[in-house]
């Protein structure tokens, strides 16, 4: 009966409430999707940082994704624009060894996802090797802002070769290949991968010889972002037997970073593409090595934890990204919205007949309390004023508005008051004339009126 009667009464304020939430709820769904366009900091046009951020657009397009490529001078801006929450960008390419934690409480990583080579060109006359090499002589060391910049300074000042060279260049990796090859410059440290145009033209031209870092192994203990990385004699072409002899080279890992605050559903995309573009074998990796869960300079996201602990989340198997990410959505917001709602509906009844009880059982506490007086007092003066209360008690009772459920609780009570009433009239009668009622029959009377009461 109260289910009944909630349902009637109140269908408005249901209907009302239940679209509130709904609204909220779809409200919610909306605003935690993940956004369609994303910005990605790269090297420089035509640099190896580029053309993995080009495949990465187009993977991401086949799911409905604008990535949004951002040229820049290499990984230190690359960090410095990811950084910056003006500057838009979310994802960016970062060269190993460049920051940490501390400074960049911003940014997490998804993974390590290639080896970056750092290559010693020098012209095919000079003498010596490694960095000893370059004692007087005019150097590129990469441009301002570049990882290769960076890492070739570092090395230098370790080796005790800093002061040694005669001149340090901020060419671009292009401009420096060019001018070594013109016999412009006597050297290049340059930080590219081996499969760039750059590379397979400078290792095959008899004009440069590539050098070996006689001390890598002490590279790699001194700076633990760096790895040992060996080309092998005659990999460039077999023919010429180019290089000539296996070359040591130390290797620092790019890493894919993004901001924290960059949606997770985009981080398990990201990392899927990672594996399209990275997993590949290449001549210092093995099939599946990358992307990989490594930490270089920075912690890796939880999201990338789960990743490489479980694939991909189990819905993105089947669905579309954008249809996996909003029954996503939909389950995480639906959960605790269930939770809620569902003790709310199962109570709501019972409180609504509470409340609906709560106001015939109000006028029946002050009719008790009316038949209480009129056994202490009696009824002589008070008579008047006993049966202006019962009055004022009936004509509330009458003003009730109830649910059709609970009329007949309304009547049971309007019958209580007309009895007590009757009583009332039969102590004044008595009062009056000398005769008065039989005792047994007010005895009868009063347990009656008070068994009808209790009842309630």
């Given at each position: 009966?109260?289910?009944?009667?909630?349902?009637?009464?109140?269908?408005?304020?249901?209907?009302l409430a239940v679209a509130a939430v709904m609204a909220?709820?779809?409200?919610?769904?909306?605003?935690?999707?993940?956004?369609?366009?994303?910005?990605?900091?790269?090297?420089?046009?035509?640099?190896?940082?580029?053309?993995?951020?080009?495949?990465?657009?187009?993977?991401?397009?086949?799911?409905?994704?604008?990535?949004?490529?951002?040229?820049?001078?290499?990984?230190?801006?690359?960090?410095?624009?990811?950084?910056?929450?003006?500057?838009?960008?979310?994802?960016?390419?970062?060269?190993?060894?460049?920051?940490?934690?501390?400074?960049?409480?911003?940014?997490?990583?998804?993974?390590?996802?290639?080896?970056?080579?750092?290559?010693?060109?020098?012209?095919?006359?000079?003498?010596?090797?490694?960095?000893?090499?370059?004692?007087?002589?005019?150097?590129?060391?990469?441009?301002?802002?570049?990882?290769?910049?960076?890492?070739?300074?570092?090395?230098?000042?370790?080796?005790?070769?800093?002061?040694?060279?005669?001149?340090?260049?901020?060419?671009?990796?292009?401009?420096?290949?060019?001018?070594?090859?013109?016999?412009?410059?006597?050297?290049?440290?340059?930080?590219?991968?081996?499969d760039s145009p750059v590379i397979a033209r400078l290792?095959?031209?008899?004009?440069?010889?590539?050098?070996?870092?006689?001390?890598?192994?002490?590279?790699?203990?001194?700076?633990?972002?760096?790895?040992?990385?060996?080309?092998?004699?005659?990999?460039?072409?077999?023919?010429?037997?180019?290089?000539?002899?296996?070359?040591?080279?130390?290797?620092?890992?790019?890493?894919?970073?993004?901001?924290?605050?960059?949606?997770?559903?985009?981080?398990?995309?990201?990392?899927?593409?990672?594996?399209?573009?990275?997993?590949?074998?290449?001549?210092?990796?093995?099939?599946?090595?990358?992307?990989?869960?490594?930490?270089?300079?920075?912690?890796?996201?939880?999201?990338?934890?789960?990743?490489?602990?479980?694939?991909?989340?189990?819905?993105?198997?089947?669905?579309?990204?954008?249809?996996?990410?909003?029954?996503?959505?939909?389950?995480?917001?639906?959960?605790?919205?269930?939770?809620?709602?569902?003790?709310?509906?199962?109570?709501?009844?019972?409180?609504?007949?509470?409340?609906?009880?709560?106001?015939?059982?109000?006028?029946?506490?002050?009719?008790?309390?009316?038949?209480?007086?009129?056994?202490?007092?009696?009824?002589?003066?008070?008579?008047?004023?006993?049966?202006?209360?019962?009055?004022?008690?009936?004509?509330?009772?009458?003003?009730?508005?109830?649910?059709?459920?609970?009329?007949?609780?309304?009547?049971?009570?309007?019958?209580?008051?007309?009895?007590?009433?009757?009583?009332?009239?039969?102590?004044?009668?008595?009062?009056?004339?000398?005769?008065?009622?039989?005792?047994?029959?007010?005895?009868?009377?009063?347990?009656?009126?008070?068994?009808?009461?209790?009842a309630r």
């Amino acid at each position: 009966m109260a289910v009944k009667g909630f349902s009637r009464a109140r269908w408005f304020l249901m209907s009302l409430a239940v679209a509130a939430v709904m609204a909220g709820a779809a409200f919610m769904v909306w605003y935690t999707l993940p956004p369609r366009v994303i910005t990605m900091a790269t090297g420089a046009e035509g640099g190896a940082y580029f053309e993995v951020g080009k495949r990465y657009r187009d993977l991401l397009a086949r799911d409905g994704i604008t990535l949004r490529l951002v040229p820049t001078s290499g990984a230190l801006e690359n960090l410095k624009l990811l950084r910056d929450p003006q500057s838009g960008v979310s994802v960016a390419l970062l060269q190993g060894g460049i920051t940490d934690e501390r400074s960049s409480p911003e940014a997490e990583a998804l993974g390590t996802v290639f080896y970056e080579p750092l290559w010693l060109f020098l012209r095919s006359e000079l003498r010596g090797r490694g960095l000893d090499a370059l004692r007087g002589k005019k150097v590129s060391v990469g441009p301002e802002g570049s990882g290769t910049r960076a890492v070739a300074l570092e090395l230098l000042k370790r080796s005790g070769m800093a002061d040694a060279v005669g001149e340090l260049l901020p060419l671009t990796t292009q401009v420096a290949s060019e001018k070594l090859l013109a016999g412009e410059i006597d050297a290049a440290i340059l930080l590219v991968a081996f499969d760039s145009p750059v590379i397979a033209r400078l290792i095959t031209d008899e004009r440069v010889t590539v050098s070996s870092f006689p001390n890598a192994d002490a590279y790699v203990a001194l700076f633990p972002f760096l790895s040992k990385v060996i080309v092998p004699e005659g990999v460039a072409d077999l023919a010429r037997n180019r290089p000539s002899s296996d070359v040591a080279l130390v290797a620092p890992k790019a890493s894919l970073a993004v901001r924290k605050d960059l949606h997770s559903a985009l981080k398990f995309l990201l990392l899927q593409t990672a594996v399209q573009v990275h997993s590949a074998p290449g001549i210092f990796n093995h099939a599946g090595q990358f992307p990989a869960a490594e930490m270089t300079d920075l912690p890796l996201a939880a999201d990338a934890l789960q990743f490489y602990k479980s694939g991909r989340p189990i819905l993105q198997n089947y669905l579309p990204f954008w249809a996996a990410s909003l029954i996503g959505r939909l389950v995480i917001v639906a959960i605790p919205l269930l939770g809620v709602l569902y003790p709310l509906v199962r109570i709501a009844p019972a409180l609504y007949g509470w409340a609906m009880r709560s106001k015939i059982t109000r006028l029946y506490g002050e009719l008790r309390l009316l038949e209480d007086e009129m056994e202490r007092t009696g009824v002589n003066r008070n008579d008047l004023q006993l049966a202006a209360q019962l009055d004022r008690l009936e004509q509330q009772a009458n003003h009730i508005k109830l649910p059709p459920g609970f009329v007949s609780q309304l009547y049971i009570l309007r019958d209580h008051i007309a009895l007590v009433r009757t009583r009332l009239e039969a102590l004044g009668r008595a009062t009056t004339h000398p005769r008065r009622l039989h005792p047994s029959d007010d005895d009868d009377e009063n347990r009656t009126s008070k068994t009808m009461l209790a009842a309630r």
